[in-house]
């Protein structure tokens, strides 16, 4: 392996060597796509991790920090904003009404439903992991160059829109 190659330039010679009837063009983009979101996803959880918190419950305490004062919203809002289950939804509110980071209160305008609120302590766990969180990105985004980040983030939102 020389100094330019990595594994995936050994695994797609290989490859090659052995299947030159297939076109493997993408194979190189899509696998080290792959392990940058593996690189990414490990240094994110470890984040979430030291403060207390799974990844879906970051997501719906950002979700709930993000939508500003009063900080509420109703679960179908919340199930709406992170697409996913509403039954999903109610297993990870459970989980941070436990904590002390939400809480459930009827829905004047609806009482047969309920809002889902950021309790103080719920805003200071989201707002100190958010901190650490946006460095780590940023740590983890200083490998690029700017020009490399701006290029990057152009050709996946094209395509992830496509």
Known sequence: MSSEQDPIDVILEQWRRERPDLDLSAMGVFSRLAQAARLVESAVEQVFRRHGLRPGEFDVLAALRRSGPPYTLIPSELSDVLMMSR?????????????????????????????????QEGREVIDATLTEHAANLARLAARLTEQEAATLDTVLRGMLAR
Not at 96 to 119: C, I, K, M, Q, Y
């Open 87 to 119: 039954a999903g939804m109610t297993n990870r509110i459970d989980r941070l009404e436990a904590a002390g980071l939400v809480e459930r209160s009827l829905d004047p305008a609806d009482r047969r439903s309920f809002r889902v609120a950021l309790t």
